[in-house]
């Protein structure tokens, strides 16, 4: 069967490759783009439309562009067109609107997809999900045993599925600016799926629907979905870049009821060096509302509060406070006096949910809310 599907002269090639393309073109000021992709259930026209915005010096497209273009319309969608993932945005020649996640690569579709959740949930898991874990790529295989696995653990030819190899092994040293990095690109998508599982259930919860067959289905997945990304990449061995990706994977374990795992997910937040004021707030108030950890909250808010009053004091006694860094806290000072004042009654300590209300009045005399509050602490 033919598969060259790109039919250009040494003379076409030759001319794109040599410079730029004017951008957008004569008579079509927007730079709008129709490229026929044949039957589709969902694109009953047959065409692809969308906007192309110049991607040099505001007046032209690029050699990688001419090409990006010439190969969907080649295809004819005859032929699947990938982009992989770590391809910039600025890169896809505003195709986004057409792109479907299937893993690691992009799929472009003849059609629109979701911007919900751009993802193919079946791809996904059959790339994700993949039967092998820990219990396979810890083991220390010689050349001859590995050899002797072709077949069964891995093939020589296409195969669906990602093999993951030594991501656990402690002894293994993984370069952080390229492996690690790289790598939460899997977690990436991991997290997509599981968030596409996750959704699906809260909609059915959020309907009085939770214990469904679909419902408990759509949880089920969410869960394997985690936990074979824990399994599969290890946070012992390959630390989440992005401490919002990893406070996510604890937010959803809460959501769906697994509190262990959102208790260990904070716990190792909570010794993270690059965690701001809000973060530490956040994380305190998980502790107190979500995980019933109040003493592990008190302490949270208790220091910041005494870090805030001492950053105070030094500003009136004349030291130099950075006004970014002073800025920051006195924006969070109300949000941090409520989670204290919250976490005290909670604990019963009344007296000193009423010393620290005082104190926010002391400042703020006509807060109705916290008069009304510390009336109510009195009684």
Sequence with gaps: EETNFIHMSDDQITTIASGLMPWPPEGNPKGLVSIPVGRDSQNPEGIMKWEI?????NVAIMVKDMMILRIILDSQGNYPVYFAVTVPGSNRLGLDPFLEMEGLVYRVKSHKVSRNMPINPEKMWANLITENGSETWNKDFSAAQWKDLEGDLWSRFYKQGYLFRNLGLAEIYYFPLTNVRLLQNIRSAYMQLAAHYYLRFRDLDLRGDKTSEEALENKKKALVVLDKMADNIPVSTIPFDSKDLYYQ?????????QKSQLKTIMDDL???KDLNLRD???????YVSELDSIEIGKRIFED?????LNMEQAR???KTVNNNIWEEWSASYSKLVSALV????????VEEAELILAGWLDRNPNDPVAKKLLEELKE
């Design 270 to 272: 909570m010794t993270r």
């Design 249 to 257: 994977v604890g937010r959803i374990y809460g959501e769906l009821g």
């Design 342 to 349: 919250f976490t005290y009654k909670k604990m019963g300590q």
């Design 53 to 57: 915005k110049p991607t040099f010096g």
């Design 280 to 286: 530490r707030i956040d994380f305190g108030q998980v």
């Design 316 to 318: 009136e006694n004349g």
């Design 304 to 308: 910041l509060y005494f870090t805030y």
